[in-house]
Structure formats: C-alpha cells, structure tokens
C-alpha cells in the first residue's frame, strides 16, 4: 500500500534556525513519538549520501530499526531522505519557506510504501497513520516553538519527591521518554561552554549535542589522550570544526591543577557564556588528595566551587553555571563537623551524596549574584555508574537511561531562553524544578549554611590567592 502523509505547520523562528536544527536527521528522536532513538551514522556534517539509523516504537514495546539516507541538501530551502525499513520504505520532502524574517512555514511530505499491507486491509490502517503522521508534526512544532517560562513547582512532584520511592521510578528511562518535550532547537553559535568530565558518560553526551548547536567548547579533564578521543567524537557526530573544541588539562581532584586550569581559560578565553560542573565520582574507600582533603570532598564539592569562583570574573550577567549533582543527596544532610569523614566508617556513597548537598547550598547562596542551577540527570546507565556502583549497575541496567537521557537537562538549562534573569534555587530534574530537601534531618538551617559558607571560603582562599598573584 502506498500512503502519503502531507501536513504543513507555521513556526515563529527564522528560517535558517529551522533548517538548521531538521539539517541533521537525527534530531527526529527529539520530536517525533514514533521514534525511539536515532543517530547519524556518517561522521562530521551532515551532507549528501550521509545516512542515519532511526529506531522506531512499536506497538507491545518492540522496536524496529530503519535506514535514512540523505537524498539532497539546498539550504535553506529543502531536506530530501529516503528511509528503507522492513518491509517498507520512506521518501520524506521537507520544505522551508520564509514568510518573514522570523516566521517560517515548513511543508513536510512523508511518501511511504508498506508492502506487507495488502489492499483490502488498507482502509483499516489509514486512520492509524494520519494520527501518528499528525503527532509528529505536531511534535516538530512543538520543538521549534519555545515557552514563554519554565515550569512551575508541581505538586504531584513535590509529593512524589517525599514519598522517595515514588520519585526514583521516575529516574530511570521511563520518566525521561513520558516527557512531553525532548528538544534542543536553540543554537548556541557564538556561545563559549565549559565542562568538566566530558569525555565519557553524561558529560560527553552533553558535549556532543551543544557542539551541534554551534557553541565553542572547553575540554576540561586530568587526560589529555582522553579528551583529544573525546573531541574527535564530539567533531564526528555534531560535524563541528575542530577550531571550537579546546582542551584544558586538569584533575580536579587537586585544587592547585584546578586553579591552573582556570589560569589557562581565563588567560585564552575572553569570556565564559556557561560552565557546566559536571565530573563527579563516588569511591568505595577513603583516601586523600595531595592536598589533604578527602577525594570525594574534593571532586564534588571543594573543585566545583573553586572553578566557579576563579571564572567569575569572566562571566557577564547572562552566564550560566549549571552543577550537576545527584538525587542521592536526598538521603544526607551535612555534617559539617565532619567535613572529611573522618569520625565515622567511610561510606562512598554517604560521602558523595553529602558532598553534593553541599555544593547545593554553595549554589543556592550564590544565586543571587550569578544564574546558578542544579540539575541531577536520573540513574543514567554511564562508565562512572558501572566502575562506582557495579551491583547497582547490573541490576538496574535495564531500567536506567543511557547517556543522552541523562544529559537532557543539562543541555537544556544551558540552551533554554526561558530561564533568560530566572534565579529562583531549584533542583531541576527532567526540565522541571524540585525540592532540595524532603526527608527529615537533611534541610540545613540558615546558621549552618552560614557555616558551611565560612568554611568553604576559607578551605579555598589559598587556592583563589595562587591565581591572583600568579596573574599579577
């Protein structure tokens, strides 16, 4: 049976930001339904010939994979693919006409040919495709069409969030695809990123979709080998230039080679547009740093914090800094009298949980002077996961999201326009904020933030003077 779908949509964007975003193909997984999860298969920028693999939803959960090839490319005019799947085939036309400088009006032609869908069986499946056909333009529509805010507190999260388990069911890869929006449509062009921990895992994955949207990256890591791999894979799928991937040595598991890290990106980079504090690790024993802190003190908190305060400076007031913590915070609260862990049995995951409770507070205080937000990504399936949690990992394995889900509002709070002067605190999970604190015991009073504040400073003012003087 031969079918074609033919719906048109108007968008309040120009028509260059429009093509742009359909340019590469596998953008399709953030705004059609049907589709499971798509990747471009050709390396580098989209062009003629490159092809891309679309996993689509069936029904009864089956999944089936489908093969694009980009038929033709005239920008910003026109999109042609062609799609071969089991059984059928795919011939998509998207056309782009600008009716203004800010409005376009996209035509979106879908020729399919179902061969295992005899005739007289046809009329049947007729309503099925218009709808799902329908869906995913409306879908398109909704991923060019930005909100005007973002979204309230809602209640059922905030009762979910203190009940815990209801809550955790949504941190697997469930919660993120019952989301109804999943795009990242608003270019970054000109824009300078920094992160920490981008080559493996959330941080990569996160690197990789903003290096699509056109913004100049800054590779911060303690491997150089690792972050030049990184680099190259960020420059195949989002076909950047190479000249906008910059690599910063640093382990920040030592706070001198943090401050130097930051002496080099102040000393190249003119400014910082968002710094994204994402490396973090959990350890099974105790042990400390050169430095004398405790490693995951250090890593999750002490670094995060110097970072944000050496780049300060080259921040302007539409500079983000996004850290990235996890829901396990939930289950500690501080222990401020024991910073280091060293009155009780080391428990990783107790030390990381408080650590990032910590850097919480540091940015819920630090709000006010600069767009501050916290994000945790769910139980993302990540090497990190699989090294610190290995029981967790094989158990859950299933359930939990790959790297790209879990980077979904990391990018988001990096890219969204409506969080433009936003500076309410707030934990923001899958684009939504929620409370910090919901069980008993975890909230700090205002004196012990205070104190937490004191401390902080005081831990890191050696490390901020080193730079100061050095830069004199």
């Known amino acids: 049976m031969k079918y074609t779908l033919h719906e048109k949509i108007i968008i309040n964007r120009p028509i260059e930001e429009c093509f742009s975003y359909l340019k590469d193909f596998s953008t399709i997984e953030q705004w059609d339904p049907g589709v499971y999860r798509s990747s471009k298969l050709t390396p580098g920028s989209p062009q003629v010939g490159a092809e891309y693999e679309v996993i689509l939803k069936l029904p009864a959960n089956k999944l089936s994979a489908m093969r694009y090839t980009q038929v033709a490319i005239d920008e910003p005019n026109q999109l042609i693919l062609q799609g071969q799947g089991d059984n059928f085939t795919a011939f998509d036309t998207l056309s782009f006409s600008a009716i203004d400088d800010a409005k376009t009006c996209i035509d979106y032609r879908a020729e399919l040919d179902l061969e295992w869908l005899q005739p007289p069986f046809a009329w049947m499946f007729k309503p099925l495709l218009n709808r799902l056909g329908k869906k995913a333009v409306s879908g398109l529509e909704q991923a060019l069409t930005n909100p005007s805010s973002p979204a309230d507190r809602r209640l059922k999260n905030d009762l979910c969030d203190k009940l815990i388990v209801p809550a955790t069911l949504s941190f697997g890869k469930r919660g993120y695809l019952s989301m109804p929006r999943k795009s990242h449509s608003n270019r970054m062009d000109g824009k300078v990123v920094a992160i920490t921990g981008p080559t493996a895992g959330i941080g990569l994955d996160a690197a990789c979709e903003l290096a699509r949207l056109g913004a100049t ?256």
């Open 217 to 472: 990256l800054i590779l911060i890591g303690r491997d150089t080998s690792k972050l030049q791999k990184a680099a190259k894979q960020i420059e195949d799928f989002s076909g950047c230039d190479p000249h906008a991937l910059r690599v910063i040595e640093a382990d920040i598991s030592s706070l001198q080679a943090t401050a130097a890290g930051a002496r080099k990106i102040v000393e190249t980079q003119p400014r910082i547009d968002v710094l994204i504090n994402n490396a973090g690790a959990l350890f099974s024993s105790r042990e400390d740093t050169e430095e004398g802190f405790e490693r995951a003190l250090a890593v999750n908190f002490l670094a995060p914090v110097l970072l944000s305060k050496l780049l300060q400076g080259h921040l302007n007031d539409a500079s983000r800094i996004i850290n990235v913590v996890s829901g396990g915070l939930y289950f500690q609260g501080l222990k401020l009298n024991d910073m280091q862990f060293l009155k009780e049995a080391y428990d990783g995951s107790k030390a990381y949980a408080r650590a990032k409770r910590a850097l919480v507070y540091m940015s819920q205080e630090s709000t006010a002077k600069t767009n501050y937000y916290t994000m945790h990504p769910g139980w993302a399936a990540t090497p990190g996961v699989a090294k610190s949690l290995p029981a967790f990992d094989r158990k859950l394995k299933n359930f939990m999201r790959d790297g790209r889900m879990g980077a979904d509002t990391m990018i988001w709070l990096a890219t969204a326009p409506e969080l433009k002067d936003y500076q309410e605190p707030q934990l923001w999970f899958d684009r939504h904020p929620h409370a910090y604190d919901v069980l008993p015991n975890t909230k700090a009073s205002a004196s012990e933030r205070q104190q937490l504040e004191r401390w902080t400073q005081q831990t890191l003012s050696p490390f901020e003077a080193s730079v100061t003087s050095e830069s004199i």
